[in-house]
Structure formats: structure tokens, C-alpha cells
């Protein structure tokens, strides 16, 4: 299995997924069809269907395009959004394949948008999985709660996309590292490991480079989001005693009485930021 990144727009990525065995391929959010397709033929990979994480246009703008330019093309879209160009709904725990050795887990991680479809792939045996978290999990951060709750949220993030392996990749729908590490450093100034990680993502956005892939052992052990232990709250679910205690800890610095009102409460603070 193969991933390249597709830069988009502003700070948008779309996605190639290729079966390396059958040179097919799937698109994950081809805003831009025409630079997709490209891509596509550098890898000699021939697109077989688009995986739509959400039905906001920067992700599914390029969907009617695509199926101008790749006849009978699938579209692939949650049943609960308005996925437009979509031709075939996924629910929660739907799969599909990818050539020989691809295959693909829809998950439903609403929030941002209340059909908001993660994308969990894996191909052969040894190789490292993936997800395509569009714009539910970013790196160092999280989604806009545009037509869901923190309670949809954290389940998201803490119990949907945490129990996924640690070593899966995790390909975000946009760059905003920098931004969501600098936001970081806001509510954690001290916190030497967002500060090592930030000047990591400077270097590469000064040198034009992505800072996607992260993994989820880096959002569980080693980032925040939205500044927050958020995630790693799941993460030391075996150590009762110690996850009390960073939830009471988190929670009273924000002046919170659980995990939820916390991350609430640290999403509305990013929402009014204006670093």
C-alpha cells in the first residue's frame, strides 16, 4: 500500500491511496480534480473510486468534477451528510477493497459535520495502517463543532479513532500544526514537548514539507489537542489512579468538571483565538 499526499487550495490535502499489487487507486477528498489526476499518473495508478470524509466543499467540491473526468467513477460518502457527487452511502462499520490487498473500515466520527466518515485502511500483512481523519482529528488538534456536540467529540476522538492500533498513520484534511502547536502553547507554555514538536513543524513548513503523517501513538503520547490530555486520557485508561488525577488536574485549570466540559470548553477558546 501506497499514500501520497496531494496538496489542495490553501492548506487543503487530498489523498492517493494505491494498491501497489494492481496500480488502483482511491482518492480521499479530490478537491482539486485536476491536480489529483496528475498525481495519479505520475503513479501510474488508475482511480477507482473517492472516499468523501464530509460534505463540506473544500473536501467534496471536486466530487461532480471527478465523475466528469473518471466515467462511472464510485463516490463514496456518509449517509447522514449531503456528500455531493455521492453515488454510494457508507454507514458506521461498512468496508470496501482496493485491488488486491486494500482494505478500507468506514467509521463515523461526527462532530464537525453529523455524517463525518474516518476512513481506517490497511493493506498487507507488515505494513503500517492508516486513517484519513478529515476534519474530526487534525495534528495537535480537532475539528470544529459545527453540527454536533463535545460529547460526540470525545467519542470521536477518544473512543472511535483511539482504538484504532498506535502505529496507524493518521492523513488529516488540512494543515494547521503550526497553528494548533502555537494555540498549544497558549494553554501549556512550559510543556517541552509541544515546543520541541512545534519548532519541528516550523522547520518543515519553512522547507515546504508536510508535517502529515503523525500517528496515533504521537496524538495519544506526545501531542495535544486542541492543547489539551485529551486523547490521553484514553490512553491511560489501565492506570485509573493516574488518569484521575490528569483529568482533575486539566479540568481545574479550566475551571471543568470532566474530560468533556474540558475539551468544550478548550474548543471554544481555539474558536475565539486569533493567534
Not at 449517509?79 to 467509521?107: E, F, P
Not at 480537532?142 to 492500533?165: D, R, Y
Not at 513548513?205 to 503520547?221: C, G, H, M, V
Amino acid at each position: 500500500m501506497k499514500i501520497s499526499h496531494v496538496p489542495c487550495l490553501e492548506d487543503n490535502y487530498s489523498y492517493l491511496i494505491i494498491d501497489e499489487s494492481t496500480g488502483d487507486a482511491a482518492v480521499v477528498d479530490p478537491v482539486d480534480p485536476e491536480k489529483v489526476i496528475q498525481s495519479a499518473e505520475q503513479h501510474s495508478a488508475n482511480i477507482k473510486f473517492v472516499l468523501t470524509t464530509h460534505h463540506h466543499w473544500d473536501h467534496a467540491g471536486g466530487n461532480e468534477k471527478m465523475k466528469q473526468l473518471v466515467p462511472g467513477i464510485k463516490v463514496y460518502g456518509g449517509s447522514l451528510d449531503k456528500v455531493k457527487g455521492c453515488t454510494d452511502a457508507v454507514d458506521n462499520g461498512d468496508t470496501l477493497s482496493l485491488g488486491h490487498d486494500v482494505n478500507i473500515l468506514a467509521l463515523h466520527t461526527p462532530c464537525h459535520t453529523k455524517g463525518h466518515i474516518s476512513y481506517y485502511v490497511t493493506g498487507k500483512d507488515g505494513e503500517t495502517p492508516a486513517v484519513f481523519t478529515g476534519d474530526t482529528l487534525f495534528v495537535a488538534g480537532c475539528g470544529k463543532f459545527f453540527e454536533g456536540t463535545a460529547e460526540q467529540m470525545h467519542q470521536s476522538l477518544c473512543v472511535t479513532l483511539a482504538s484504532l492500533p498506535k502505529p496507524t498513520q493518521v492523513y488529516c484534511g488540512h494543515e494547521y500544526t503550526v497553528k494548533n502547536l502555537e494555540f498549544a502553547l497558549t494553554v501549556e507554555p512550559n510543556n517541552e514537548k509541544i515546543q520541541q514538536k512545534l519548532s519541528w513543524a516550523r522547520q518543515q513548513r519553512q522547507a515546504n514539507l508536510p508535517t502529515i503523517p503523525s500517528t496515533l501513538e504521537e496524538e495519544l503520547e506526545t501531542t495535544r489537542l486542541c492543547g489539551l490530555l485529551i486523547l490521553r486520557y484514553r490512553s491511560l485508561s489501565l492506570s485509573r489512579t493516574r488518569l484521575n488525577y490528569l483529568c482533575a488536574g486539566s479540568c481545574e485549570k479550566l475551571g471543568c468538571k470532566s474530560p468533556i466540559d474540558t475539551l468544550r470548553e478548550i474548543r471554544n477558546k481555539k474558536d475565539q483565538w486569533r493567534g
